[in-house]
């Protein structure tokens, strides 16, 4: 987990920086964007994924896939909007605060024993 990098990031909260395939289906028309994240936080995330920028503002309904080595967490329905919409990435603010974020550094302690435990 990290905190703010530079005086110039505008998020309060602390972040993951691993990387969780994310799905995003928007509420009006029900299309959908996937991608991947490395950047989740509390509040939202950043989808390395463009979105394009006249869906900006839209309501949407997240999904998040944190992939294990034997099975997978599924945190769905978050309901968020996009706030951003630049090339090569799209940022989600989420609703409400993501409720399961305090499981999120026993997941990137496991991440970190599977990576030191593979041979290299």
């Known amino acids: 987990m990290q905190l703010k990098q530079d005086i110039d990031d505008r998020r309060n909260g602390s972040r993951l920086t691993y990387r969780v395939y994310v799905t995003i289906t928007l ?40 992939p294990g080595e034997f099975s997978k967490l599924i945190i769905d329905e978050v309901h968020g909007q996009i706030v951003r919409c630049s090339t090569p990435s799209s940022g989600i603010s989420f609703s409400s605060p993501l409720e399961w974020f305090v499981l999120f550094p026993v997941y990137q302690g496991k991440m970190a024993r599977m990576a030191e435990a593979e041979p290299g």
Request: hydrophobic share 40%.
């Open 27 to 66: 509420l009006s028309d029900k299309k959908i964007f996937q991608g991947w994240s490395n950047n989740v936080s509390v509040s939202g995330l950043a989808l390395d994924t463009e979105i394009p920028g006249k869906y900006q503002d839209q309501e949407c309904i997240v999904n998040i896939v944190f």
